[in-house]
């Protein structure tokens, strides 16, 4: 999920996203078992809001384009598979996720900034996973959007992780994204299928 290093490694971020789960997708038709596949909001261009699994996938980076190459893939091989594009939050044992960063660098009384400009929709982890494993009891199959209803900024998110551990008001700043890597600023996805099947997240 390193945008930066897959725009760097393109090679590498295709034999990741798209080749091996080529080839999980011919053992599972070989072997019988069910594909579960963990995909990205960044399949879509971010030029519109609530993308929903219908929408055509324009991918604005290196990372986006692989995720929806192993997609296609997938649903080419083993169209019984299901295909969840996820964006969840929690920690992570490497400390590399967005609330790690945030979390982290106020708890250590340093600045954060936040970006404004950045929209998404995103899911607690355990809840992701719950989620996941009910359409897999539920034997569903094609593509499902596992993320939250609440579209928010980058700036939402740590602000609630802010006032959640009562960290002071000066240690979070907003921002613009400003990078060499241009990324979809815009990745909310609409969740009405999944909540069409009485899952609400």
Known sequence: TNLDFCE??????????EQVPMHLAQLSNLFGFKLVH?????????EKSYSSEEDICTPSTVYGHSKLAGEN????????????????????????????????????????????????????VDVTARIILDLMDRNEKGIYHVVGTDRISKYDFAEMVRRIWDFDESLLKPGLYDSTVKRSLDLSLDNSKLRGIGINP
């Open 73 to 124: 893939v997938i649903s080419s091989i083993a169209p019984d598979s299901l295909i969840c594009r996820v964006n969840f939050v929690g920690a992570n044992p490497k400390g590399v996720s967005l609330f790690d960063y945030f979390y982290r660098t106020m708890s250590k009384k340093i600045t954060a900034t936040g970006f404004t400009d950045i929209y998404f929709t995103p899911l607690a």
């Open 8 to 17: 760097s490694n393109p090679e590498i971020s295709f034999f990741l996203n």
């Open 38 to 46: 963990i995909s990205t909001d960044a399949v879509f261009s971010g």
